[in-house]
């Protein structure tokens, strides 16, 4: 998947990825990163502590984002790793999507909805006809960027840490919808 307008020198493309290839692992210690110092910030104003980050970082292995119950993305901009998302399949119409992110240095550059669209797509490709998420209140910008796409706030399907929102969308037919 490639968009180019004139408004973007670079082109997105986004491709499978191993879980634990050194691009994912980087791009995990990325947006674990951003996420737990925001939170930490807002709660407690501080960043991670490192030994914490350490230990979540290496807890959370993405095994559950392999084929052939899911799969890894990995966008791209230009030659650039630019963000993931998981998608792993909870049962035989259900899909979750797990560590949507763009790098904070590449936002605002159209990519967000690439890798959406193309998580979607993954998806329908395992089977699944509707796709469910969770947030947490203070990731805004992720909760507008799923209101954009059609995601609407759902009731929790279980409880979890950090999950403040929910949300769910049904997938039509075929590709993702128009970017």
């Known amino acids: 998947m490639t968009t180019n307008s004139p408004a973007h020198t670079a082109s997105w493309t986004v491709s499978p990825e191993p879980y634990d290839s050194p691009v994912a692992a980087a791009l995990w210690r ?61 049962d035989a119409g259900t899909a979750e ?36 998420l969770d947030t947490r209140t203070d990731l805004v910008e992720a909760r507008s960027l799923y209101a954009r796409h059609g995601y609407e706030e759902i009731e929790p399907l279980m409880e979890r840490q950090y999950a403040d929102h929910w949300y769910g969308k049904k997938l039509a037919p075929g590709s993702a919808d128009a970017r």
């Not at 807890?59 to 119950?69: C, I, K, N, R, S």
């Not at 550059?109 to 699944?128: F, I, N, Q, S, Y």
């Open 30 to 90: 990325t947006y674990y990163t951003e996420v737990s110092d925001r939170w930490y910030l807002l709660h407690e104003g501080r960043a991670t502590d490192p030994e914490e980050l350490e230990r979540e970082v290496a807890a959370e292995t993405g095994a559950d984002l392999a084929p052939p119950d899911g799969v890894l993305l990995v966008a791209w901009y230009g030659e650039e790793p630019a963000g993931t998302a998981g998608v792993r399949l909870l």
């Open 97 to 132: 999507l797990k560590r949507v992110f763009v790098r904070e240095d590449l936002r605002g550059k159209g990519g967000a909805p690439v890798l959406l669209a193309a998580a979607e797509d993954a998806a329908r490709a395992l089977g699944a006809g509707r796709v469910i």
